[in-house]
């Protein structure tokens, strides 16, 4: 199983942008999605996180600001992110709880994707 994150980029205060989390491998179902981020010297820290029935919770920090969502179709999961500030800037991960067609559940994490907010 793999996850495959993108969308990362360098934006300035006030812009967007939309990450994208797309899972492949062996797939039976995915349960939650989520996103985390990570600073130097820091502990990788929840962002939002979505289960499959599409029940979202968020990091107060981003709260109005950010947007998670998710298409179980495609196994992919989406953080639409507005009105970004310098604080956001971040290592990104997504995360996604698993279970394989050996219906064993693993949580699953792809490679980090940066996201820079300067001006």
């Known amino acids: 199983v793999q996850l495959q994150a993108s969308g990362g980029g360098s934006v300035q205060p006030g812009g967007s942008l939309r990450l994208s989390c797309a899972a492949s491998?062996?797939?039976?179902?995915?349960?939650?999605m989520g996103w985390y981020r990570q600073t130097p010297g820091k502990q990788r820290d929840l962002v939002a996180r979505?289960?499959?029935?599409?029940?979202?919770n968020y990091a107060d920090s981003v709260k109005g600001r950010f947007t998670i969502s998710r298409d179980n179709a495609k196994n992919t999961a989406y953080l639409q992110m507005n009105s970004l500030k310098p604080e956001d800037t971040a290592v990104y991960y997504c995360?996604?709880?698993?279970?394989?067609?050996?219906?064993?559940?693993?949580?699953?994490w792809g490679r980090g994707t940066q996201v820079t907010v300067s001006s």
């Open positions: 995360s996604a709880d698993i279970v394989n067609r050996m219906l064993m559940i693993g949580q699953e």
């Open positions: 491998g062996s797939i039976f179902s995915i349960n939650d």
């Open positions: 979505i289960t499959r029935a599409g029940s979202t």
